[in-house]
T-cell receptor, first 114, second 114 residues
Framework: DAEITQSPRHKITETGRQVTLACHQT?????MFWYRQDLGHGLRLIHY???????NKGEVSDGYSVSRSNTEDLPLTLESAASSQTSVYFC?????????????FGPGTRLTVT | AQSVAQPEDQVNVAEGNPLTVKCTYS??????LFWYVQYPNRGLQFLLK??????LVKGSYGFEAEFNKSQTSFHLKKPSALVSDSALYFC????????????FGKGTSLLVTP
């Protein structure tokens, strides 16, 4: 069965370190998204991609970057981790079919920045 | 800009009673509306969507939602709640003019008591 996976599931890092969170999907979806989930804020869009070599900034992109070198993967990099980036991060993907806009989510990565 | 509002942080309902989780939206074009559910320590799962057609949309696990254009609402409903329905519910919207990204509400925690 097709799926979307994230790794690691849990990560503790120190302020100032660079961190990369992996996202891999086997749906063959063109669209991929990164969100962070924080209490009181729901899900906020960080970055998204509509295909290989395409990346776009979302609502809360400062301090984050993504790259899309193939269809399956969209890694999220925190350039210099800050305590404000402690959060749960979700990756999602969706089909480009106009009738299939729903997104499919990975299990999440809980990141703690100390 | 597109947005959704979920006016209730928490909804409590007794098992067997009907439940409603409220969502209102704001878009400049035609709305594409979604409901997702999140169980503890899990990613979001797609429940149902409205793109066009009948205002009453049926989805997974016996849930349905009613699209009301005049009230700009898309409330989630279920005729008879189960304890296992207890979870966090998110409404999301996509503006027909704005690409594939979704804007999520802050979420409503549903607690169904025996």
């Amino acid at each position: 069965d097709a799926e979307i996976t994230q790794s690691p599931r849990h990560k503790i890092t120190e302020t100032g370190r660079q961190v990369t969170l992996a996202c891999h999907q086997t749906w063959n979806h063109n669209n991929m998204f990164w969100y962070r989930q924080d209490l009181g804020h729901g899900l906020r869009l960080i970055h998204y991609s509509y295909g290989v070599q395409d990346t776009n900034k979302g609502e809360v992109s400062d301090g984050y970057s993504v790259s899309r070198s193939n269809t399956e993967d969209l890694p999220l990099t925190l350039e210099s981790a800050a305590s404000s980036q402690t959060s749960v991060y979700f990756c999602a993907s969706s089909d480009g079919n106009p009738n299939l806009y729903e997104q499919y989510f990975g299990p999440g990565t809980r990141l703690t920045v100390t | 800009a597109q947005s959704v509002a979920q006016p209730e942080d928490q909804v409590n309902v007794a098992e067997g009673n009907p439940l409603t989780v409220k969502c209102t939206y704001s878009v400049s074009g035609n709305p594409y509306l979604f409901w997702y559910v999140q169980y503890p320590n899990r990613g979001l799962q797609f429940l149902l969507k409205y793109i066009t057609g009948d205002n009453l949309v049926k989805g997974s696990y016996g849930f349905e939602a009613e699209f009301n254009k005049s009230q700009t609402s898309f409330h989630l409903k279920k005729p008879s709640a189960l304890v296992s329905d207890s979870a966090l519910y998110f409404c999301a919207v996509r503006d027909g003019n704005s690409g594939y990204a979704l804007n999520f509400g802050k979420g409503t925690s549903l607690l169904v008591t025996p």
